[in-house]
């Protein structure tokens, strides 16, 4: 086994750590209270390649592997996971899906762009009545043909306004179950496509969230990704990529709130010495670091099995049940550290606290991460 990090995954995890200082920090405060979507960073991001990192060249992409892209992912979750969701999603549920199962159109109309991140992609499978049960789409593509016509409702879709592609799901023939599903691509402002309310959410609330309304979209049926009735398998092989990414975003925040708890703990003095001085204060920092890397090791495991084309499923939903459980722990207890100035803003740490929390919602909840593990463990 090796441990060591390549020199290329090297200066792609200085690159991320750098961006993540000098342009996401400065603001970050900000963009939460005012829920501003962090437009011109994610425009940098593209320029420098984050939002297409294992895109093939061919199509603008950065022609990456996993094992940086979870590097990158960890350092830019580590200041703002709301820029980062936007990131995981566009690489590994926009870009990954289109470049797989995508026509050479598609990918030529689609994914260049996006891959260069000139424009942004969502992903859009949730609806109002089915989250978790992803099965009961009733959002419906009606067969006309040579198009579809698209009617229904997604809710709490990542960069619902900002994106200008949308991976639709819907279901077109109910009969035939999730084998009746197709994936779509919806372009912005289609006649009937309606962009809605944003969320007011607990974390994250730089990223762009809203519900989508479809009515009587026509889309052709050139724009459907894979064979007819393909939709469900898409969305939930694409899912299994996405929840590496949703993994390291969750590590990033957790070894966020790490460092500045550590830095503090340096720093503050209590009852005459350092904090970090107390036994207390030395086994939660203990713990966290333990944490941290027991799930960095699974984030990478899940990175490498995918990079050597190997199974991956049941390593990319443990890493994923693991850092979010983890990030909601670590987060907790740099709060704590921090004591009364981990409440306030200024300190960083509650927002991180908050920002976790979503890990283990969204990307399959951690429900659903120990219903793919043991569906693994006993098939
Ligand atoms: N990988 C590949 N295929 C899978 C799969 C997986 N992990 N899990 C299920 N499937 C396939 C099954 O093999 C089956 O196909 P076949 O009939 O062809 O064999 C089909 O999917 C249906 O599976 P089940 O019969 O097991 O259906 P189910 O209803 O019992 O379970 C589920 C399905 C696993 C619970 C699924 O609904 C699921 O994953 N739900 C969670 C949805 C989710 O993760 N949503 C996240 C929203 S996107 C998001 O959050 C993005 C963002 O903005 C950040």
Redesign the pocket.
């Known amino acids: 086994m090796n441990f060591e990090y390549t020199e290329e995954q090297k200066a792609v995890q200085a690159a991320a750590r750098d961006f993540a200082r000098n342009e996401l920090f400065p603001g970050v405060i900000e963009r939460d209270t005012h829920q501003k979507f962090p437009a011109e960073q994610i425009k940098k991001m593209g320029e420098l390649g984050f939002m297409g990192m294992m895109v093939d060249p061919q199509y603008s992409g950065g022609g990456m592997d996993t094992i940086s892209y979870v590097l990158a992912m960890e350092e830019i979750s580590k200041i703002d996971a709301s820029a980062s ?1 936007c990131m ?2 566009n690489n590994s ?1 926009v870009c990954w899906g289109l470049e797989e199962f995508g026509t050479a159109e598609q990918k030529e109309k689609y994914l260049k762009p996006l891959a260069a991140g000139s424009i942004i992609g ?2 859009c ?2 609806e109002p009545e089915a ?6 789409q009733r959002t419906t593509a009606e067969d006309k043909g040579d198009h579809y016509i698209l009617n229904g409702t997604k809710n ?4 619902g306004n900002s994106a200008s592609v949308y991976i639709v799901i819907a279901q077109t023939h109910p009969e035939k179950r ?2 009746g599903i197709n994936a779509l691509i919806v372009e912005k402002g289609m006649p009937g496509f309606v962009v809605g309310k944003k969320e007011d959410k607990m974390g994250i609330r730089g990223s762009d ?1 809203h519900s989508l309304m479809f009515t009587d979209v026509k889309i052709p049926k050139t724009s459907r990704i894979g064979e007819e009735g393909f939709g ?2 898409f ?3 694409t ?2 990529g ?2 590496i990414g ?1 993994a390291a975003q969750a590590l990033g925040i957790a070894c966020g709130a790490y460092e500045l708890a550590l830095k503090y703990a340096r720093e503050r003095k209590a009852f005459g010495k350092l904090l970090c001085e107390h036994q207390a204060i030395q086994f939660k920092l203990s713990e966290m670091a333990t944490k941290i890397d027991a799930a960095r090791l699974l984030v990478h495991k899940a990175a490498y099995l995918k990079d050597y084309n190997k199974d991956f ?1 049941k390593a990319a ?1 443990m890493a994923k049940l693991f850092a979010s459980q983890i990030a909601q722990e670590v987060t907790t207890e740099a709060v704590q550290i921090h004591g009364g100035y981990g409440y306030v803003k200024e300190f960083h740490v509650e927002r991180l606290m908050r920002d976790a929390k ?1 890990t283990q ?5 951690t429900e ?1 991460q120990k ?2 593990i043991s ?1 693994e463990l006993i098939k």
């Open positions: 969701v995981s999603v549920l969502a992903f499978l949730s989250g978790s049960d992803a099965t009961s709490w879709i990542t960069n999730h084998k969230t469900f398998t969305a939930m092989t899912l299994n996405g929840r949703i499923v939903a979503i919602i969204y990307e399959g909840t659903i219903l793919v569906r």
